[in-house]
Nanobody
Framework: VQLAESGGGLVQPGGSLRLSCAAS????????TSWYRQIPGKQRELVAV???????NYTDSVKGRFTISRDDAKNTVYLQMNDLKPEDTAVYYC??????????WGQGTLVAVSS
């Protein structure tokens, strides 16, 4: 099983980015798939999750700005990030987890928000 993130980059405050997490070797829709982010020296933080059934949840700081979604045909989970703020700067990681079935991480993609 491999998860490949893409879509990170440098953006100005107020801008938007869409991160992608493409899965191979498994069907991502059977997993609860999450986006985490990490700033060097700090703990990894859960940003958003889409459960296997399709429901979603977000950390308070991104509610109303970020949207997690899944395209089952493309076996990919997305994180649409709007109105980005400097405090959103981090390495973003995709995680797919389902109990004893497995717990998988991507390699991370850097999001930098700066003017």
């Amino acid at each position: 099983v491999q998860l490949a993130e893409s879509g990170g980059g440098l953006v100005q405050p107020g801008g938007s980015l869409r991160l992608s997490c493409a899965a191979s070797g498994t069907i991502i829709s059977i997993f609860h798939t999450s986006w985490y982010r990490q700033i060097p020296g700090k703990q990894r933080e859960l940003v958003a999750v889409i459960f296997s059934g399709g429901s979603t949840n977000y950390t308070d700081s991104v509610k109303g700005r970020f949207t997690i979604s899944r395209d089952d045909a493309k076996n990919t989970v997305y994180l649409q990030m709007n109105d980005l703020k400097p405090e959103d700067t981090a390495v973003y990681y995709c995680n797919a987890a389902l109990g004893l079935v497995g717990d998988y991480w991507g390699q991370g993609t850097l999001v930098a928000v700066s003017s």
